[in-house]
């Protein structure tokens, strides 16, 4: 098993840069980048160098560290007070992960207690802060592909969107991680992969991450999921999440609602895999959850030579669609399994 090797987001040797792999240039190119600067970092969210709710929650708690470290004050209220700008302007960069905004707020908590500090021991203390941040990932996502694992069978036809691996995440990802642990433990899946347009999460990141630890792995464009439900080959979808809302509803990559639609037509049991982190109790519902709005060129020109529409045509490019929570058999956190109804089942999720 190779995937472990994907060193995504690290600090750099004088910690006052976060190096991570750009996966823009994926699958051709690994890339690494070292970034310096706040618009470096915010770039890398906004540009999708780094993406997925727990990597980029990770690796605004590394910016603010790096940030923190560089910084020329002598005093922890002089780095606090710039650290707060910073906070808000990587927390602005994706506003439907709710993962981002807590990250932020952790770290900002740390750095607002250590009033009093020298400016070295409040360095420190933010890097201590983010290695924790890390490491809880990492179980995190341990423990969900434990719980994953014990819905799967040998030979199990899975059907997943968009990219939740360990690139999305610290290490077995969210709904890629129930596969890679039965790779790992010599479990044969077959995983149908979406391609995910507009921006081919599936197809650049998804097929490599899979291909890469060994499993045996299909892409398939988007319309092409109710073709391989109805000839029976799927017996399970996995998908990941941005933000789950207090009733379940949940928002993931633009395409996870369709997805769930022909799930339920055909009755495969659909399943949303996420830290407890990325449910938001301060929301009632789906409808509450913030939709990110991407560029019009996503859809018209990225990854083609030429445009493969009109250059005047409108577009409509939301990032996230919300997933009504009576398509979602379960969802799966580091607490375990969740099932209906969700908001009496919920709160204890969080909470373990």
């Known amino acids: ?16 840069g976060v190096i991570i792999l750009d996966q823009t240039c994926l699958p051709g190119t690994e890339r690494y980048v070292c970034l310096t600067s706040l618009e470096e970092m915010a770039e890398a969210i906004r540009s999708l160098q780094v993406r997925g709710a727990p990597a980029i929650g990770i690796f605004a708690a590394f910016s603010l560290a790096a940030l923190a470290k560089k910084d020329p004050a002598d005093s922890a209220s002089g780095i606090l007070s710039r650290l707060r700008d910073a906070g808000d302007a990587l927390a602005s960069t994706r506003p439907t992960a709710v993962n981002l905004s807590r990250a932020v707020r952790r770290m900002l908590d740390v750095a607002g207690t250590c009033d009093g500090m020298t400016a070295d021991a409040l360095r420190d203390r933010l890097y201590r802060e983010a290695m924790t ?4 990932d990492i179980a995190m996502c341990r423990a969900i592909a434990g719980h994953g694992l014990t819905l799967l069978r040998e030979g ?3 059907l997943t969107h968009c990219n939740a691996g360990p690139i999305a995440t610290s290490k077995y990802g969210t709904a890629l991680g129930p596969i890679l642990l039965a790779a790992e433990q010599g479990m044969h899946l077959r995983v149908y992969a979406d391609e995910t347009r507009p921006l081919l999460q599936g197809a650049r ?8 630890a060994g499993v045996d792995v299909t892409l398939i464009c988007d319309n092409m999921a109710a073709s391989v439900m109805k000839q029976g080959w799927v017996q399970a979808c996995f998908v990941g999440c941005d933000r789950i809302a207090a009733n379940g509803d949940t928002a993931n990559k633009i395409g996870t609602s369709g997805v769930a639609i022909l799930a339920r037509h055909y009755g495969i049991p659909f399943y949303v895999l996420g830290p407890s982190s990325s449910v938001d109790l301060s929301l009632a519902n789906g409808a509450e959850i913030p939709i990110e709005l991407r560029p019009e060129e996503e859809i018209r020109s990225r990854w083609y030579a030429e445009d493969m529409a009109p250059a005047s045509v409108p577009c409509y490019n939301p990032a996230f669609d919300v997933t009504d929570h009576d398509l979602i058999t379960g969802i799966i956190t580091e607490n375990g399994i969740c099932t209906p109804p969700y908001g009496q089942n919920l709160p204890d999720f969080v909470k373990k």
Do not use: C, K, P, V
């Open 1 to 16: 098993m190779n995937y472990e090797t994907i060193d995504h987001i690290r600090f750099n040797d004088g910690a006052d």
């Open 133 to 136: 941040i890390l490491q809880e």
């Open 156 to 158: 199990d036809g899975i």
């Open 205 to 212: 990141l998804t097929s490599w991450e899979l291909q890469r």
